[in-house]
């Protein structure tokens, strides 16, 4: 689930040659807490494991996968279930067994 600023249609449509209300209408939906996300997961603009949009991607991509935020680790499920969907979060996973010297059983 991608989370969208208020502002980011405003932003994003004009790269994709959309008015505002258009993009809203095909890409955003409102969660059960009322806050904007993107209407499908897999993310619309992820193709072949590469946003689609990334010089004009949301706010929340910006930060993805959140490592740095407190609390991080109370969602270690969603990272492993996106590992071999994301080069993101596989990276990450990655050096964290280089780093942390894992040896498979």
């Not at 040659?17 to 997961?41: D, H």
């Not at 979060?89 to 942390?100: A, R, S, T």
């Amino acid at each position: 689930m991608i989370n969208i600023d208020a502002g980011e249609p405003e932003r994003i449509a004009p790269h994709l040659n959309l008015e505002p209300a258009v993009f809203r209408q095909r890409y955003v939906e409102e969660s059960q807490q009322g806050q904007m996300i993107v209407n499908t997961i897999p993310c619309h603009f992820l193709a072949d494991s590469k946003c689609t949009i990334y010089e004009h991607r949301f706010a929340e991509c910006r930060e993805f996968p959140h490592l740095h935020k407190p609390g991080f680790n109370k969602h270690l499920f969603m990272y492993f279930m996106h590992y071999a969907r994301c080069p993101i979060i596989f990276n990450v996973i990655e050096q964290l067994k280089e780093d942390l010297y894992f040896v498979k059983p």
